[in-house]
């Protein structure tokens, strides 16, 4: 694990993102929009699919699940054993898993 500043943080996803199209997938853009924001990270995606609100109508749910019962409910194997949630790594790639659930399921 590699504890990094802001500035660097910055300087290492525009390194990533330059020159390319980005769609932001994640969970609950509640809280990641902001922090890149305020982190003066601009991804400028072209689009920012959010897993929790892109569930509820394939899924008819009429509430937001947490990403562990998203999971759960789209029968994806990743995140559902104790301690794998919650960890900024794995949780993105859930968050991924859950959006490639999601399209097969609303296919």
């Known amino acids: 694990m590699k504890h990094a500043k802001l500035v660097e943080l ?3 996803i525009q390194k990533l993102v330059f020159g390319r199209d980005v769609i932001l997938v994640n969970y ?16 400028n995606p072209l689009y920012v699919l959010d897993t929790q609100k892109a569930a509820q109508h394939p899924l008819d749910l009429d509430y937001r699940p947490s990403l562990k019962q998203l999971l759960r409910l789209l029968g994806c194997p990743c995140g559902t054993q104790r301690g794998t949630l919650h960890v900024s790594g794995n949780d993105a790639t859930f968050a ?8 097969s399921v609303d296919s």
């Open 10 to 12: 910055n300087t290492e």
């Open 96 to 103: 991924l898993c859950a959006m490639l659930c999601l399209a």
């Open 28 to 43: 609950s853009s509640q809280f990641d929009v902001p922090f890149l924001k305020a982190a003066n990270i601009d991804l």
